[in-house]
């Protein structure tokens, strides 16, 4: 399964932005939807965004809808989390994936991820 590696987290104090960055070298990051997670201290992973870029499908669930935006450059092989109005509870280890789903299903429904996690990056929102 292609091995997809998320950058860019930092420090910042809420109500700021930060963008995510996901790399997935050797795989066309456009090829299959891709997922971003998130683990805060204590807590199981969340789903927090889904993008299938052949299917034209995105995915937020409530707790980040109309704050977090995903994208992909195609051009840069790149996938984007944009995140905005950052909260002290968005505070965890993020992650993105490369998503598999059967012929036919919906992409990003559900938004569940089994195998190997690469490597994540941490987001620290403080008050």
């Known amino acids: 399964e292609p091995q997809a590696v998320a950058s860019g987290g930092a420090l910042v104090q809420a109500g700021e932005s930060l963008r995510l960055s996901c790399a997935a070298p050797g795989f066309s990051i456009d090829a299959k939807p891709i997922g971003w997670f998130r683990q805060a201290p204590g807590k199981g992973r969340e789903g927090v965004a889904c993008m299938s870029r052949s299917d034209g499908v995105t995915y937020y669930p409530e707790s980040v809808k109309g704050r977090f935006t995903v994208s992909i450059d195609s051009a840069k092989n790149t996938a984007y989390l944009q995140m905005t109005g950052l909260r002290p509870e968005d505070t965890a280890m993020y992650y993105c994936?490369?998503?598999?789903?059967?012929?036919?299903?919906?992409?990003?429904?559900?938004?569940?991820?089994?195998?190997?996690w690469g490597q994540g990056t941490q987001v620290t929102v403080s008050s």
């Open positions: 994936v490369v998503l598999q789903y059967p012929v036919n299903a919906k992409p990003c429904f559900p938004l569940a991820f089994f195998g190997s």
